[in-house]
C-alpha cells in the first residue's frame, strides 16, 4: 500500500571506495579495486515534494533556530477552499463537479445525521484527473470531533493493529490511559494532588514495561481497520479480519454514492495519525484485488499540503490544501496515481475545533490534537471485487 520513495542525499554525486585489503598478498590489487555507484536521479514528484521542506541546518551543519528559518512558499499549492487566491495556472486546473452530485436517492434524518446532506456539498475536481473529486467540508464542527473521537478511542485499539504493536503488543486503552496521564501531569503542574486511579502499565509482549501511555500516543502513526493490511508481503488476507465499524461503512458509502461510485463497499481502512514533522512519500495503494473503486479519504484537525501525482513519479504532482473535514476521492484515473503528503502545515490546526468549555470526552482529545498541530486521516477501501466484509454489510445488504 506504501511505496515510498527514497530521499536520495546524494543526488547528482558519484561516490568513490575502495574496499579494505584483507592481507598482503593482495595489497595492490586491492588498492586498484573501486566501485562506482550510479548517480541517483531526484524525480519530479521528489523535486515538488522537497519546496515543501525548511531549511534547518546551514551549509556548516549548524541547527537555524525554528523563528529564523526562511518559511515555506505555498503560493503554488491549490486550494480549492479559497478560489480566487489560486495563482493563474491552478485556476484552470478547477473544476466545478457540484451540479454532478446525486442528492434525491439520500434519506436524511437530522436526529442521526453526522455529515451535511450532499444537498449542501460543494464538489471539485482536477483537470487531467478524470475520477478525482475534492468535497468541501460537508461536516459541522461536532461532526469532525464525532469522527476524531472514534479515531482515538476505537480505531486505534485492539483487535485493530497499530504501529506500536508492533513492538510492545496489543495495548488496550490506550487514548483513555493516555488521558488519564494528561490530566495528572496537568494537576500536578497545578500544584493539586494527582490521580489516585491511573492504571499501572502492564509488561509488554517482550516482558519488559511499556512506556508511559502519554509516551505511546505520542508515537501514534497507524491503525488499520475491517481486512489488516499486511505491511511486509503488501496484501490483505482473509484470515486478518476485524469488524468494520457500521457508522464509517454509511459514511463512505453514502460519499460514493453522491459521487456515482456506487456499489461501494468499504472493506478496510488506514487511520493516519500526523504530527507537524510528518510526511508521506509518494506512493500506490495497489494492493487490493479491486482497483475499480476509489480511495475516499477524510481528514481532521491541521491542514496537510497533498501530492496529486501521475502514473510515474517522473510527472511533477499538483500540490493541494487538503483542510480539517475534506474529503478526496480518487478514483478513475487518479487511482492509479502517485500521491503523498509533502507537508502539515505550521500552525494550522482548526481552531473552529477548539472550546473552552469543551465537553471532558472531547477536551483532551482536541488538546492532543493541537499541541503538536496533529491530523487525523481515514481512508477506505474496497479489498476484493465481490466484496465479503466478514458477512457484514455488503452493498447495503446482509450477506
Known amino acids: 500500500m506504501y511505496e515510498t520513495e527514497e530521499d536520495p542525499t546524494t543526488a547528482n554525486v558519484a561516490t568513490t571506495t575502495t574496499a ?9 590489487k586491492a588498492a586498484k579495486t573501486t566501485t562506482t555507484e550510479p ?28 523563528e529564523k528559518r526562511e ?17 493563474e495556472e491552478n485556476k484552470k486546473l478547477i473544476i466545478d463537479c457540484t451540479s454532478n452530485v446525486t442528492t434525491h436517492e439520500f434519506e436524511f434524518n437530522r436526529e442521526t445525521e453526522f455529515y451535511l446532506h450532499p444537498s449542501e456539498w460543494k464538489v471539485y475536481g482536477l483537470q487531467g484527473y478524470p475520477g478525482f473529486y475534492f468535497i468541501k ?14 479515531a482515538l478511542e476505537d480505531y486505534a485499539d485492539p483487535p485493530n493493529n497499530n504501529n506500536i504493536n508492533l513492538f510492545h503488543g ?29 492504571t499501572e502499565r502492564p509488561l509488554d509482549k517482550n516482558g519488559e514495561q511499556l512506556p508511559t501511555y502519554r509516551q505511546l500516543l505520542d508515537k501514534l502513526a497507524w491503525s488499520t481497520l475491517g481486512y489488516q493490511y499486511q505491511w511486509t508481503p503488501r496484501l490483505y488476507s482473509e484470515e486478518f479480519y476485524e469488524e468494520f465499524p457500521d457508522d464509517l461503512q454509511e459514511l463512505v458509502q453514502k460519499i460514493a454514492i453522491a ?14 495519525f500526523y504530527s507537524e514533522d510528518s510526511i508521506m512519500g509518494g506512493h500506490l495503494d495497489d494492493a487490493e484485488q479491486e482497483m475499480e473503486k476509489p480511495i475516499i479519504s477524510i481528514s481532521f484537525g491541521s491542514t496537510a499540503v497533498f501530492l496529486m501525482g501521475a502514473e510515474t513519479r517522473d510527472i511533477a504532482p499538483v500540490p493541494l490544501f487538503i483542510r480539517s473535514g475534506d474529503i478526496v476521492i480518487m478514483g478513475g484515473r487518479s487511482r492509479y496515481c502517485y500521491h503523498g503528503v509533502a507537508k502539515i502545515v505550521e500552525n494550522s490546526f482548526d481552531l473552529g475545533l477548539v472550546n473552552e468549555n469543551e465537553e471532558p470526552d472531547l477536551k483532551y482529545k482536541i488538546q492532543w490534537l493541537k499541541e503538536k498541530n496533529r491530523r487525523v486521516n481515514i481512508n477506505t477501501r474496497q479489498v476484493f471485487k465481490e466484496p465479503k466484509l466478514g458477512g457484514k454489510l455488503v452493498n447495503n445488504k446482509k450477506e
Open 20 to 28: 579494505p585489503p584483507k592481507n598482503t598478498e593482495n595489497n595492490d
Open 39 to 66: 548517480i541517483k536521479k531526484v524525480s519530479e514528484f521528489m523535486r515538488v515534494q522537497r519546496l515543501f521542506r525548511q531549511v534547518t541546518k546551514t551549509e556548516n551543519g549548524k541547527n537555524i533556530p525554528k
Open 259 to 272: 459521487t456515482k461510485f456506487d456499489p461501494y463497499v468499504a472493506e478496510a481502512a488506514t487511520v493516519n
Open 170 to 198: 496489543p495495548i488496550k486503552n490506550l487514548w483513555k490511559n493516555g488521558e488519564m496521564e494528561i490530566i495528572n501531569d496537568e494537576l500536578i503542574k497545578q500544584g493539586k494532588e494527582g490521580l489516585t486511579q491511573l
Open 71 to 87: 518559511p515555506i512558499d505555498y503560493s503554488p499549492v491549490l486550494d480549492f477552499n479559497n478560489l480566487e487566491n489560486n495563482t
Open 137 to 150: 467540508s460537508p461536516f459541522t464542527v461536532s461532526q469532525q470531533k464525532k469522527w476524531i473521537k472514534h
